[in-house]
């Protein structure tokens, strides 16, 4: 459920349906009305799932790649609909797929990674969805911009769309990745900062691309109170035309649901709750001092900068930085705090370093 009081939604009936998250599953693409519906009762046949998506368009990286069977899927759909009970889901890029998605009696909506990173075609959309009270997902942008996904949201928001969500399926990377796209979780998190109000839905199949990364992704994404799961399900996943690899069977979701746990937001325990009120109230002692100790650097910063500038000496000293880097590192490694996370801090550090010097050195004799 979500973590903060709200106006009732579509998303949050759904949620209040079960105790479980919402899970939303069904197929990369609909490639065949039999392969629609054998996806669809094997699902059904689980009474877990609660929407049932298919990619009816599939925008594809380079042309010759299937695209998806477009307007000609949506009646399968509506069998879908029919047979099992199951609300269903699509992606839409256009005001046209809007109107013809509409039309057969789609119950969900969602906005894809390629489509959100661009404004134009976002306020086109939330343009033509503007009175449908039709339900909305917005997947993050491609590239690492919650600017970019908040907006999406904002531009559906005035257009009086109040039935939202948000799904995380990872970010392009240039660095190398185990993950076909990385989940860079720090991003995520900041949106369900900025809407808490909104259901945050990760996508372990497009964040790990691979079977074998989907149980640790949604463990994760549970882990961090995601308010729900959207995953690939397919009857033969490797004969499937779009992302063979990252698919599943509908027998092995249930399996997946078996094995993943579900933690509480909270324990009625009293002996864990005095416990963990002893532990934060140490950890904020902890921030008090890190901040102090951080304000004494910072003075130091300052007073190196008026010797810069009394002696013409630039800011940037990179020898020093480098040994900064390298030592702090070390540092941490020695007392067990994890040495990427002390490099990150430090770049900050630094920069905030860089800022004063240059302020200083700045003034006006």
Not at 32 to 51: D, K, N, P, Y
């Amino acid at each position: 459920m979500p973590s903060v009081s709200a106006p009732e939604t579509y998303f949050t009936r759904l949620l209040h349906a079960q105790a479980a998250p919402l899970l939303i599953a069904g197929p990369c693409s609909a490639e065949t009305e039999e392969q629609v519906l054998a996806t669809a009762h094997g699902l059904r046949a689980l009474g877990r799932v609660q929407l049932f998506r298919a990619g009816v368009w599939k925008p594809r990286t380079r042309p010759g790649s299937f695209e998806g069977r477009g307007a000609a899927a949506l009646p399968w759909l509506q069998r879908v609909k029919a047979e099992t009970g199951l609300p269903v889901t699509i992606e839409v890029a256009t005001p046209r797929h809007v109107e013809e998605a509409l039309a057969y009696g789609v119950d969900v909506l969602w906005i894809g990674a390629r489509t959100t990173v661009n404004p134009f075609a976002v306020q086109e959309l939330a343009d033509a969805l503007a009175g449908t009270g039709v339900p909305v997902m917005v997947k993050n942008p491609v590239n690492p911009d919650v600017a970019l996904w908040a907006g999406a949201l904002e531009r559906l928001e005035r257009a009086g769309i109040r039935d939202l969500a948000a799904i995380h399926r990872g970010f392009s990377t240039f660095a190398p990745s185990r993950y076909r796209n990385a989940p860079t979780w720090a991003l995520p998190i900041e949106l369900k900062t900025r809407f808490p109000h909104i259901p945050l839905i990760c996508d372990p199949s497009h964040i790990g691309g691979r079977r074998d990364l989907l149980l640790p992704i949604a463990q994760k994404a549970l882990d961090l109170d995601y308010d729900g799961l959207m995953i690939e399900t397919h009857p033969t996943p490797d004969q499937a035309l779009s992302d063979a690899e990252q698919q599943i069977t509908p027998q092995r979701l249930g399996e997946l649901l078996q094995e993943l746990k579900y933690r509480y937001r909270s324990s009625d325990n009293a002996e864990y709750r005095n416990k963990a009120e002893e532990l934060r109230q140490k950890m904020d002692v902890a921030d008090r001092e890190i901040i102090e100790a951080l304000a004494r650097r910072m003075s130091l910063v300052e007073e190196l900068a008026e010797y810069k500038r009394e002696n013409n000496v630039k800011i940037l000293q990179l020898d020093r930085w480098q040994e900064i880097f390298a030592s702090r590192r070390d540092w941490a490694g020695r007392v067990g705090v994890n040495e990427k996370f002390v490099a990150e801090l430090y770049k900050l550090i630094h920069i905030e370093s860089i800022r004063k010097q240059t302020e200083i050195l700045q003034r006006p004799e």
